[in-house]
C-alpha cells in the first residue's frame, strides 16, 4: 500500500465517526511525522550499528603473533556460526534444541552434500569423507535418522522431503556467509592475483 493510500485510507475510516476532514488532516501529519521520525530513528540505529560492526577491535600485542588476524578471524567466526546454524536445522523450528554437537551437524552436512550433488552417499562413504570409523558415522546417521532430519533409501541417504524443498534458517545462513566474505573476498582476490 503506497502512502496515498494508506493516507486515504485513514481518512475514510475516521469520517464516519464524526472526524472532519481538518481532523483526518492533523491525524495525518501526526502519522507522517511519526512515520518520518521512526524511519530516522530507525536509519541513524541502523548506521550506527553498521558503524561498531565495522569498527576495528582494539587488540593488544599478543605474545605470538598472528598472521592475517582479521581475515582469520572472520574465517573462524564463520565456522562456529555455521556449525552453530547447521546444529539448529536438525532439530523442527519449533523445539527445543539440545546443546550443539559439531560431530553430528557435519554428517548432516555430508550427507546435505551427496544429496546436492547427485550423489547420496551410504554409511562407507559418509565415514570417509569425514575421516571417522564406519561404525561412528553409522551412529551419527541413526541419530539424525531418529530426529527426522535424514531418509535412508536403499542404503543411501538423503535429507528428508521437506528440508529437501524448505532451507530452515536461510536468513542466519545468508547473514553468516555475507559478514564473512566481506572480510574474505577482498583477500581471496587478492591472493588469486
Known sequence: MTSMECDLTIMR???????????????????????????????????????????????????????????????????????????????????????????????????????????PMNTREVAAKINVARETARDRLKVLEKLGLIQRIDGRYYLEPIRAQTVPHLDRFALILSQAFAVLGPFLAKSAT
Do not use: Y
Request: charged fraction near 15%; aromatic fraction near 4%.
Open 13 to 119: 475510516a475516521m469520517t464516519p465517526w464524526g472526524f472532519g476532514m481538518s481532523d483526518c488532516m492533523a491525524c495525518l501529519h501526526t502519522n507522517t511525522a511519526l512515520l518520518m521520525a521512526a524511519r530516522a530513528v530507525s536509519n541513524n540505529l541502523l548506521r550506527s550499528l553498521t558503524c561498531l560492526r565495522d569498527r576495528p577491535v582494539p587488540r593488544k600485542t599478543l605474545p605470538i603473533p598472528l598472521a592475517i588476524p582479521e581475515e582469520r578471524r572472520a574465517l573462524a567466526r564463520m565456522f562456529i556460526e555455521l556449525t552453530l546454524a547447521f546444529n539448529a536445522t536438525m532439530f523442527p523450528l519449533d523445539a527445543a534444541q539440545s546443546e550443539p554437537d559439531a560431530n553430528l551437524a557435519l554428517v548432516a552436512v555430508v550427507v546435505m552434500l551427496g544429496h546436492a550433488e547427485g550423489h
